[in-house]
């Protein structure tokens, strides 16, 4: 084959152990050996790839072994913003489920994380969204607004799980559940619910820069940059602001 014909083929190629990759191992030809050098780069990084996300099934698959059919994945987003929600995202993928980047929701791109969106609303048996306003995340606190997000966001989808993988929280509910310490990085399901939560947010927070374009909320989704605090200071708080996070409860004195 020519290096054009060769170049089509080899993308085909889905296995280190595919025999066109052998039948030109010893091809004299520069431009093959740096296609096959290519394809050999990129077939391994497909296999880490699907290995990290089997390692991020295990304890669903665990679950879903002892016949535990529906297994919900919990994680919020927006715990340390000064304004805005917080966000919390719940998902319950089923047992087929096969998108090897889905990962947590901070090691995606904005726009990879975009392009996951409907393909994980589009898999998932059920999922569902919830904001918590910051007038409740004042008045209960954030670590336990972040609870009750969780909360209504497991009562809110429309299939009931049998299961909870919660990180690093527990959620106030007779559904039994696992707390996972970073659990977005060590479960799909939970990655999952990351990915949703994170996008909506991010959605809401330029929304919300319309409304208030001074605090620069679309590029800093609400957290402390030196942009937003200089605004904070200049402008006062809004609405938005976390009244019981120090720089905006700092303001008057």
């Excluded at 052998?22 to 091809?27: F, G, I, L, R």
């Excluded at 296609?35 to 669903?60: G, I, M, N, P, S």
């Excluded at 997000?149 to 007779?174: F, N, S």
Aim: charged fraction near 25%.
């Amino acid at each position: 084959m020519n290096i054009k014909e060769l170049t089509a083929q080899l993308a085909q190629v889905t296995s280190l152990t595919d025999p066109l990759l052998t039948a030109y191992q010893t091809d004299p030809r520069k431009g093959v050996q740096r296609l096959l050098q290519q394809t050999t780069k990129r077939l391994e990084r497909d296999r880490q790839r699907f290995e990290a996300f089997e390692r991020r099934l295990q304890q669903e698959r665990a679950l879903w072994h002892q016949g535990i059919a529906h297994v919900a994945g919990v994680d919020e987003v927006g715990r340390g913003p000064l304004a805005g929600p917080v966000v919390v995202g719940a998902v319950i993928l089923p047992p087929t489920f096969n998108l090897p980047t889905v990962n947590d929701s901070k090691q995606l791109s904005d726009h990879e994380r975009r392009r996951l969106v409907p393909l994980i609303k589009q898999a998932a048996v059920a999922y569902s969204l919830v904001t918590v306003s910051p007038t409740i995340i004042d008045r209960i606190n954030i670590y336990e607004a972040s609870r009750l997000g969780m909360k209504q966001a497991v009562e809110r989808l429309t299939c009931q799980p049998d299961h909870l993988l919660v990180d690093a929280m527990v959620i106030e509910t007779e559904i039994p559940q696992t707390k996972l310490i970073k659990g977005d990085a060590k479960s799909a399901s939970i990655a999952a619910a990351s990915i949703l939560a994170k996008v909506y947010r991010d959605d809401l927070m330029i929304q919300y820069d319309q409304q208030y374009p001074e605090y620069g909320f679309a590029h800093n989704d609400g957290y402390g940059t030196k942009e937003h605090l200089q605004a904070l200071r200049q402008y006062g708080a809004t609405p938005l602001h976390r009244q019981s996070f120090a720089p905006v409860r700092d303001l008057g004195h």
